[in-house]
C-alpha cells in the first residue's frame, strides 16, 4: 500500500540552527501538505502546497519556514532558525482526490 | 474561525462494550469531515471521510455519521486494539486546511 515517508524520525539541534525535514508524498499525488503537533496538544495546520507553490499557510508559517519540491518526489520543510518553542512531530501529508494521508512523523526537538 | 470539539477528552471501556465519541464543528461551510485514528508516537491513520449529512461509513467495528452540526464515531463491541486517540477533522469548502478536534483518547481493557 503506498505511505507518505519522512525523514529523519528523530533529530535534536541547537537553539538557531537550520533543519530541514523530508517527505516523500504517495507518488500520483498532487497536493501537499505540513503539519505539526506539541505534545500533548492537536495536530495544526502549516502549509499546503500544489502545483509548485504554496496555496495556503496558517499564522504558524513565518518567515523562518519554507518550503520546496526540489525535485519529482521530494518535498522539504525547512526551518530557517530553529527555537525552543519549534520543538515538535512535524507531519508531512499526502492527497490526489480528498483523502489525506499522513507520514509516520519527524519529531525535531530544539535544545 | 472553524472550531472542532471532541468528547469525551478519554474514554475507558471493557472489551466489547459499545460507545459513540462525537466530534461538535462550526464552519461556514463544510466540505468534508474526516475521522483519523492515532497511535502514541505515530502519524493520523486515515479512517473515513463524510461529506454531507446523512451520511454513514463503517469499517470493521466502527461506524462513523454526520449531522449539519456534529458527527459520532460508533464502536461496536471494540478490542484492546482499538485503543488509540481518534481525531475529528474538517475542511471548509474555502481553502485548503484540515481543523482537528483535540482528540478522543480511547483505552480498551480485555
Known amino acids: 500500500e503506498p505511505e507518505v515517508t519522512q525523514t529523519p524520525s528523530h533529530q535534536v539541534t541547537q537553539m538557531g540552527q537550520e533543519v530541514i525535514l523530508r517527505c516523500v508524498p504517495i507518488?500520483?499525488?498532487?497536493?501537499f501538505y505540513w503539519y505539526r503537533q506539541i505534545l500533548g496538544q492537536k495536530v495544526e495546520f502549516l502549509v499546503s502546497?500544489?502545483?509548485?507553490?504554496?496555496?495556503?499557510k496558517s499564522e504558524i508559517f513565518d518567515d523562518q519556514f519554507s518550503v520546496e519540491r526540489p525535485d519529482g518526489s521530494n518535498f522539504t520543510l525547512k526551518i530557517r532558525s530553529t527555537k525552543l518553542e519549534d520543538s515538535a512531530m512535524y507531519f508531512c501529508?499526502?492527497?490526489?482526490?480528498?483523502?489525506?494521508?499522513f507520514g509516520e512523523g519527524s519529531r525535531l526537538t530544539v535544545l | 474561525e472553524d472550531q472542532v470539539t471532541q468528547s469525551p477528552e478519554a474514554l475507558r471501556l471493557q472489551e466489547g462494550e459499545s460507545s459513540s465519541l462525537n466530534c461538535s464543528y462550526t464552519?461556514?461551510?463544510?466540505?468534508?469531515l474526516f475521522w483519523y485514528r492515532q497511535d502514541p508516537g505515530k502519524g493520523p491513520e486515515f479512517l473515513f471521510t463524510?461529506?454531507?449529512a446523512g451520511e454513514e461509513k463503517e469499517k470493521e467495528r466502527l461506524k462513523a455519521t454526520l449531522t449539519k452540526k456534529e458527527s459520532f464515531l460508533h464502536i461496536t463491541a471494540p478490542k484492546p486494539e482499538d485503543s488509540a486517540t481518534y481525531l475529528c477533522?474538517?475542511?471548509?469548502?474555502?481553502?485548503?486546511?484540515?481543523?482537528f478536534g483535540e482528540g478522543t483518547q480511547l483505552t480498551v481493557n480485555p
Open positions: 502546497f500544489y502545483n509548485n507553490e504554496i496555496s495556503e
Open positions: 477533522a474538517v475542511l471548509e469548502t474555502s481553502g485548503s486546511r484540515l481543523t
Open positions: 463524510l461529506y454531507s
Open positions: 507518488s500520483n499525488h498532487l497536493y
Open positions: 464552519v461556514s461551510g463544510l466540505r468534508g
Open positions: 501529508a499526502s492527497t490526489g482526490s480528498g483523502e489525506l494521508f
